[in-house]
């Protein structure tokens, strides 16, 4: 028996809109995510596919750092600026050193200043090939780039074990200095690495660059402005993918840098593949430098002679040091009120400071772009919370 | 760039504005310049617009705590003392009220100089640690502003988004003050020992010791259980 029931008994439903607040979604991208490379949380708000919101927060790996550091000596810090960024912690020890050295005024001697440039370059290539790897990982082409580059990765840190006795932990740096010198043969063991990374990056760059996969996921993806990063005090790659002409080396002069020919590459587009891109340019150029270091290195002291390591006082002021990590301008800011430890103590982190933009990079864009926005961005969480 | 010859520029360009110079006797050579609360917006547009200065990228920006001093002084006084004039030395105490201090480091892309350092302080520690946000000019302050609010207490006006950056938003102190001091009870350690159990027991001890005399009976049979010991809850 067929009931009559007409259509117009039941009552008509609202139109869905598209932008009506119920139809968003907000979702918890980490802090447990495998693509925020740490412990790090976005709070998304989705409209479908589409990212609406995007509030990053911070602070699961904050062990105030600047604290600890206020209440050691100056000396007691510098292993633990290792623990920063821990994918480059040589960088990380030569901007603390080049803060302290300006704020005592202290000389660094000829062999030690190639020694950091050359350690610092090498720091440099096994950051941007590893984030490459990463971000590939992030996209989705699970393992290979990514170990391509912890094999060349490797050779590196072999490196830096057989010169500082550590692989990831290094605590090189000294003021007015470096800590050892070079040992028998290393020299040698570093200029083959050098000659032979160049064959890495045209297999790497062959396998990457014109992928037309990749072409498709970070083309557009992500842009950046010149104008937003300028102001939002962008720092290394970063900027410069988005044709920032600013790279410290060349601004400050620090350390030895204007004696190397280098270029500085620029982005056109400031979009992820142009982050990308920067990264695989940045190696070329410090290919050069380390090969014109390793060449020009000169015999002498690896330390200020008249340096007094232990109890070690500065007189009272402040200074800023900063560096060109691969990361971006790592600075660090003392103040010195003539005691053995800092009256303050500052890292200028540029992980945390290239996130502050991740919410205007990723509106509009589709949230597995996320993922590949954030890892253009390089972030080290030990550095961002520090 | 010489401090002096920007510090007229903005003198002539924001009226009524009051700078100050802050020598710096290390070798860094970083002098800075101290800027009122009132004009820090006007000065700060001043120096990222100016076709000279153009400092476009506000690099650094960081807090510094000035605890206030307690200074003891013997004053002599003249008193009336059992109906005659007598002079009697007073230990009289004054004590400043501290500052919060910002600090920013501004660099020009555009023209390649700097540092120039500019510093702003609050009145006081507390209801007055209050500083207009340069945010609204550089938005790389927008982060390192949230943390200063979140680690030292400064609160900044005109912040579009003023939450705490790396403690949780319960929090109440703020660790990067100079008079922080660490909690002494550890209700996140699950099993506590050594110098944790100790500093425990201590602050359970103490807690039992604040309650008044008849409750303490009552209390101290619950006390003796909630002591924690070794390897305790196994």
């Known amino acids: 028996m067929i009931t009559d029931a007409s259509p117009a008994a039941q009552p008509e439903l609202e139109p869905l809109s598209e932008t009506s607040e119920e139809q968003l979604l907000e979702i918890a991208m980490g802090p447990q995510h495998p693509s925020t490379h740490g412990v790090f949380r976005m709070n998304v708000v989705l409209d479908g596919e589409h ?3 995007l509030k990053p927060v911070f602070g699961y790996l904050h062990r105030n750092h600047e604290k600890i550091a206020e209440s050691e000596t100056y000396l007691g810090s510098m292993p633990y600026t290792d623990r920063l960024d821990y994918m480059c912690p040589i960088t990380n020890n030569w901007a603390y050193a080049l803060a302290v050295e300006k704020l005592a005024g202290i000389q ?49 840190l072999d490196l830096f074990e057989s010169l500082t006795g550590a692989r990831m932990m290094c605590n090189y740096m000294r003021f007015g200095g470096c800590r050892v010198d070079m040992p028998a043969g290393w020299l040698e063991q570093a200029q083959n690495v050098v000659r032979e990374f160049p064959r890495f990056l045209d297999e790497y760059e062959n396998l990457l660059v014109s992928n037309e996969i990749l072409m498709e996921r970070t083309q557009g993806v992500g842009v950046l402005s010149k104008e937003l990063a300028i102001n939002a005090g962008m720092s290394g790659p970063m900027a410069r993918a988005s044709g920032v002409n600013y790279d410290i080396r060349k601004v400050d002069k620090y350390s030895i ?16 593949y142009d982050r990308y891109m920067i990264r695989f340019l940045e190696m070329r150029e410090s290919l050069k430098i380390l090969n014109e270091a390793m060449r020009d290195i000169p015999a002498g002291p690896i330390v200020d002679p008249k340096m007094r390591i232990r109890g070690f006082r500065p007189k009272p002021g402040e200074a800023y040091g900063r560096i060109e990590s691969p990361k971006g301008e790592l600075g660090f800011y003392l103040i010195s009120n003539g005691s053995l430890n800092p009256y303050r103590y500052r890292v200028r982190p540029p992980s945390l400071i290239n996130l502050t933009v991740l919410e205007d990079l990723c509106i509009g864009q589709n949230v597995a772009d996320v993922v590949a926005i954030l890892g253009s961005v390089d972030i080290v969480l030990g550095e961002v919370d520090r | 760039m010489n401090l002096e010859t920007i510090k007229s520029e903005l003198e002539a360009a924001v009226p009524g504005c009051r700078l100050e110079l802050v020598a710096n006797p290390s070798p860094s050579g970083q002098h800075s310049l101290r800027i009122d ?3 820090a917006v006007a000065v700060a547009v001043c120096l990222r617009d100016a076709p000279g200065l153009r400092f476009d990228l506000c690099s650094n920006v960081t807090g510094i705590d000035w605890p206030g001093k307690q200074t003891t002084e013997k004053v002599k006084l003249r008193k ?9 030395e007073e230990l009289r105490t004054t004590t400043t009220p501290g500052s919060l201090e910002v600090v920013y480091h501004l660099f020009s892309i555009e023209k390649k100089h700097g540092p120039i350092v500019l510093r702003m302080s609050t ?43 790396l403690m949780w938003d319960e929090f109440v102190d703020h660790p ?23 500093r425990a027991n201590q602050h359970l001890s103490e807690a039992a010791a604040k309650l008044p005399s008849e409750a303490v009976g009552n209390q ?8 924690l010991s070794e390897g305790g809850g196994r």
Not at chain 1, 116 to 125: A, D, N, P, Q, S
Request: hydrophobic letters at 35%; charged letters at 30%.
């Open chain 1, 51 to 53: 990212v609406v919101r």
């Open chain 1, 108 to 156: 660094v001697p000829e062999r030690a200043e190639y020694l950091r440039v050359i350690v610092g370059e090498l720091t440099r290539l096994q950051n941007h090939a590893c984030l490459i790897g990463f971000l590939m990982q992030d996209m989705g082409s699970s393992g290979t780039p990514l170990m391509y580059a912890f094999r060349e990765r490797e050779k590196i």
């Open chain 1, 257 to 272: 840098y204007e004696r190397f020919a280098f270029r500085v590459p620029l982005g056109a587009h400031g979009d992820v």
């Open chain 2, 37 to 39: 609360a009132a004009h």
């Open chain 2, 80 to 88: 009336l003392v059992d109906g005659t004039q007598q002079e009697v």
């Open chain 2, 123 to 165: 009145q006081d520690r507390d209801a007055n640690a209050h500083l207009p946000s340069l945010t609204p000019v550089w938005r790389s302050a927008e982060l390192q502003e949230r943390e200063i609010f979140d680690l030292f207490g400064v609160v900044f006006d005109g912040h579009p988004d003023l939450r705490r950056l």
């Open chain 2, 176 to 198: 990067m003050r100079r008079d922080y001091v660490g909690p002494d009870d550890y209700e996140y350690e699950p099993t506590a020992h050594d110098e944790v159990l100790r």
């Open chain 2, 220 to 227: 101290q049979s619950e006390t003796d259980g909630n002591r």
